[in-house]
């Protein structure tokens, strides 16, 4: 597949990928791991995140798979986009259409992503353009609960063990699942345009503080105990803001976040798309029609067999495979596969 | 392609239909009351029905296991559903308070539909009568109660405090929650007799006067447009308006000594003062002596009723988990709360008098 991006939508897509569905639950598995260190975990999740960056894009150009590779990562891919499928789902019976049929809000999703995906690559590719004037809205409206924040809430500090640490970052790290589409995606971009540190600092900056900000709020505006049993605190705070001009805030609220999940959902399935195969052909549209099909059926049975559970944690252990194990590995081969030839 | 694009527009626009709420097929309620005890509730919800063009409300009751069991009760005497989802105002009976108030308030926080920003108060006795005088005072018994409540912010009794933050401070261990305690006067109206001390989620039977809830609005610094106090100076009434408030908290005696000291300058304006001259002379030291004595003196005989109702509605706890975590371990807070010792200090400094000297 040819096309090319720039530095800026490579970044923006993977914003919007590793947010995606993940930025309105990953603070409570979190918070309940390791409690008011939540935020100081989350910190140094984000420091080993941006180590993991700069080694993705030192060592970018060693990342060649074979085609096993190719299936299991696409195997993952459409692990994770079903999944997501059917957490929207789920989230959206119970915030804003209780009655309406799983296969009508599913069939609607996967219908935008199969529209977007028989469109051209650069298309798929601005579609998080559509993001940037949302972002300052989910602050603005954030920001109205600040008067009820309690500040003593954060500490005492330091006083989880070692086993909450680990845990506590192996569900930090749930936020930034998807990252892996850097190795693949890096190639695309420009030559032309070049990525240093400073650029990966400005990413991991961003992406960072969007999380922790939530994060923070979310910590200071529940008590430990009660976000024990709030799934979705983001949109809670928002559901406990009275304004004026709008009724139900949370409900304005996720619709913006059903719109980012979707263009998730849409760069995934693209990513799933590229691996079939380059251009977009006629026999390329047949098999986007069986893979969004798949992408219809089986979230469906996730939500009738109530698997979301079981598939959320296979896609945290997926993450730490995908990448990390497996990337390191084909790196370090094909490192040493280069040197070897270079002796020979 | 211009057909297509049709075609994925209306398929979109299908998911709306099947959770359309029409309000004709619904009985939006504004207040409910309830009475009992989980396994025995008896709900008050109060119905507006519309005759002739004026709405006017009543009552219809409920009797269930639970508060959605009470409320199913009261849909098979209503001839729409019962709909709780714009809720102004929910009473409890104070007896049913005694117990663990998130047992009653659990079906209002689980569905999405409901507002947070409904207010919660006790009355004494049945709720039944105060929803009756309600409607009658004004068509809808849930807008005359939220007016009433919200007024009580405006004056520095009650800082506003919804269906949200009842449910914040009824997880938090650090601090105890306040709601309005109403009672029914001689005239027949609902009046305020003070703020309900709760420890943890349940009533203490302890209830702050007026002045001690205005006092507490003062020192938790969440005072509204008015918080005015009047005492008697030289045989004269004094009223100050306390205008802002510098609260300092020290607690580095409490892991030794178990003391917490509290600073407070509060700027104030005297707003009634019939001697008059103020500023002549030593008049307004002495005179910001006195306020300053009077409320130091109404602040230990309310910590007196908080630690004896072992009741933390300022919060001190929230320092106590986040700084001192030996002391906090020590056993249940409220119970740690009642043996510590608590020393205000409060000096009132006097900025304005008005139009007058």
């Known amino acids: ?66 085609k096993f590779l190719q299936w299991m990562y696409s195997a993952y891919w459409l692990l994770l986009v079903v999944t997501f499928l059917a957490y929207i789902q789920k989230s959206l019976s119970v915030w804003a259409f209780p009655l309406t049929p799983p296969s009508v809000i599913i069939g609607a999703v996967v219908l935008l992503s199969f529209y977007a995906n028989i ?25 109205l609960a600040t008067p009820d924040l ?21 569900e930090a790290k749930f936020a930034f699942i998807g990252t892996e589409l850097y190795l693949f995606y890096r190639t695309f971009v420009l030559k032309s345009e070049k990525i240093d540190v400073k650029s990966l600092m400005k990413f991991i900056l961003t992406i960072s503080t969007f999380y922790f900000i939530t994060l923070v709020f979310i910590l200071m505006f529940f008590s430990l105990e009660e976000l024990k049993i709030i799934p979705e605190p983001l949109v809670y705070i928002l559901k406990s803001q009275e304004v004026t001009f709008i009724e139900r805030l949370d409900l304005f609220f996720i619709f913006i976040w059903m719109a980012w999940s979707i263009i998730t959902v849409v760069y995934l399935i693209f990513t799933i798309s590229m691996f079939m195969k380059k251009a977009i052909t006629k ?3 047949i098999k986007k029609v069986i893979l969004h099909a798949l ?32 990337p390191l590995f084909v790196i370090v081969i094909n490192m040493w596969r280069g040197k070897n030839a270079e002796k020979a | 392609m211009r057909k297509k694009h049709s075609i994925l527009f209306c398929v979109l626009l299908l998911s709306g239909c099947w959770d359309e709420r029409q309000y004709k097929d619904f009985s939006v309620v504004s207040m409910v009351g309830h009475e009992g005890q989980v396994g025995e509730i008896t709900s008050y919800f109060s119905v507006p029905t519309i005759k002739e063009g004026a709405t006017t409300s009543s009552i219809v009751k409920g009797m269930g296991k639970s508060t959605r069991d009470a409320r199913m009760d009261a849909d098979l005497k209503s001839n729409q559903t019962i709909d709780v989802s714009k809720l102004s105002v929910l009473l409890y009976s104070d007896e049913s308070a005694k117990s663990d108030l998130y047992e009653y308030l659990d079906v209002y926080y689980r569905n999405a539909r409901n507002q947070l920003s409904t207010y919660v108060a006790i009355t004494e006795g049945s709720p039944e009568p105060y929803i009756e005088i309600g409607n009658e005072l004004q068509d809808e018994a849930g807008s005359y109660y939220k007016k009433f409540i919200k007024s009580l912010s405006f004056v520095s009794i009650y800082p506003e405090t919804d269906l949200q933050m009842v449910c914040s401070i009824l997880f938090d261990d650090g601090i105890d929650l306040t709601l309005p305690y109403l009672f029914i006067n001689k005239e027949n109206n609902p009046e305020l007799k003070g703020l309900a001390l709760f420890n943890g989620r349940e009533y203490t039977g302890t209830n702050l006067t007026v002045q001690q809830s205005k006092l507490l609005s003062v020192l938790k610094d969440r005072v509204g447009r008015r918080a005015n106090f009047t005492v008697i100076y030289k045989d ?35 707003q009634e003062f019939s001697k008059d001259h103020i500023e002549q002379g030593e008049n307004k ?53 009642s043996d510590i010792t608590i020393k205000p200090d409060i000096k009132v400094d006097i900025k304005r008098t008005g139009i007058l000297k």
């Open chain 1, 1 to 66: 597949m040819k096309f090319f991006i720039s530095k800026n939508q490579f970044f923006l897509g993977l914003f919007v990928v590793q947010t995606g569905s993940v930025f309105i639950s990953f603070q409570t598995p979190l918070i309940e791991a390791a409690s008011q260190d939540a935020w100081i975990v989350f910190i140094v999740c984000c420091v080993i995140q941006f180590i993991q960056l700069y080694l993705y894009e030192r060592y970018y150009s060693y990342f060649k798979i074979n």
């Open chain 1, 119 to 143: 469109s051209r690559p650069e298309s798929v590719m601005n579609l998080g353009v559509l993001l940037l004037p949302l972002f300052p809205l989910i602050f603005i409206f954030l920001s």
């Open chain 1, 150 to 170: 309690v500040w003593t809430n954060v500490f005492p500090m330091g006083n989880i063990t070692l086993k909450e640490w680990g845990i506590g970052l192996k």
């Open chain 1, 283 to 285: 026999t390329m549209t």
């Open chain 1, 295 to 326: 992408l219809f059926v089986l979230p469906l049975i996730i939500i009738a067999q109530e698997l979301f559970n079981i598939t959320r944690d296979l896609l945290i252990y997926g993450h730490f495979l995908f990448s990390m194990i497996i």
């Open chain 2, 236 to 270: 004269t009434p004094v009223t100050m308006v306390v205008r802002k408030i510098d609260k300092k908290w020290d607690y580095s005696e409490m892991d030794e000594s178990g003391i917490i000291k509290l600073s407070y300058k509060l700027k104030a304006d005297v």
């Open chain 2, 285 to 337: 030291k002495e005179l910001e002596q006195f306020l300053s004595q009077q409320l130091n003196e109404e602040t230990n005989k309310l910590f007196e009723v908080l630690q004896e109702a072992k009741s933390d509605p300022l919060g001190l706890g929230r320092r106590v988990r986040a700084f001192h975590p030996e002391v906090w371990e020590k056993g249940d807070w409220n119970d740690t709360f």
